[in-house]
């Protein structure tokens, strides 16, 4: 896969970056369901693409030129370690006083959201890129009490429409 040159609302999602042996780099997905393309609402491609901007401007003035292939770096253009990703995250999240979540609490908040908004599950198990509908049903389903009551209405207006 290549790298994008601009972002759009269909942003591949290209690797991970994790910690491997001491030394930050990139890795393959650790399936092949893993590597995948998702859908970014277009607010949020936007949010992604004027940051870019930003990024490419601050680079321009400090004479570095070029363009960093990834989204979120240093100021030289290097991947951040995602420990220092992490904390800057969890730090921008207390400024801004709202309920405290980890950059990868987003992404269970994300599939919790989608759950209860109706998403299909197998959508949702796809976005999330987990192998199988059932390990999104495994994990999250705790988390979606209640539903039995919306179903026992959308089974009484069935019935009433059927009996009329």
Same mark, same amino acid.
């Given at each position: 896969?290549?790298?994008?040159?601009?972002?759009?609302?269909?942003?591949?999602?290209?690797?991970? %970056?994790?910690?491997?042996? +001491?030394?930050?780099?990139?890795?393959?997905? #650790?399936?092949?369901?893993?590597?995948?393309?998702?859908?970014?609402?277009?607010?949020?491609? =936007?949010?992604? $693409?004027?940051?870019?901007?930003?990024?490419? $401007?601050?680079? &321009?003035?400090? +004479?570095?030129? +070029?363009?960093? @292939?990834?989204?979120?770096?240093?100021?030289? !253009?290097?991947? *951040?370690?995602?420990?220092?990703?992490?904390? =800057?995250?969890? @730090? #921008?999240?207390?400024?801004?006083?709202?309920?405290?979540?980890?950059?990868?609490?987003?992404?269970?908040?994300?599939?919790?959201?989608? *759950?209860?908004?109706?998403?299909?599950?197998?959508?949702?198990?796809?976005?999330? +890129?987990?192998? #199988?509908? %059932?390990?999104?049903?495994?994990?999250?389903?705790?988390? &979606?009490? !209640? $539903?039995? @009551?919306?179903?026992?209405?959308? =089974?009484?207006?069935? &019935?009433?429409?059927?009996?009329?």
């Amino acid at each position: 896969m290549k790298t994008p040159s601009k972002l759009e609302p269909a942003c591949p999602l290209l690797a991970l %970056s994790e910690v491997v042996g +001491g030394k930050l780099g990139v890795k393959p997905p #650790k399936t092949q369901r893993s590597a995948r393309t998702i859908k970014l609402p277009s607010s949020l491609a =936007a949010e992604l $693409e004027r940051h870019r901007k930003e990024q490419l $401007e601050q680079r &321009l003035k400090l +004479g570095l030129g +070029g363009r960093p @292939n990834l989204v979120f770096t240093s100021p030289l !253009g290097k991947m *951040l370690h995602p420990d220092s990703f992490s904390e =800057a995250f969890v @730090n #921008k999240v207390a400024e801004i006083e709202i309920k405290p979540i980890t950059f990868h609490g987003l992404r269970h908040t994300h599939i919790t959201l989608l *759950l209860r908004s109706g998403v299909p599950v197998h959508v949702v198990s796809a976005r999330a +890129g987990h192998t #199988k509908a %059932s390990i999104t049903l495994d994990t999250y389903s705790h988390l &979606l009490g !209640g $539903e039995d @009551n919306d179903v026992a209405k959308q =089974a009484e207006a069935i &019935l009433q429409r059927v009996l009329r």
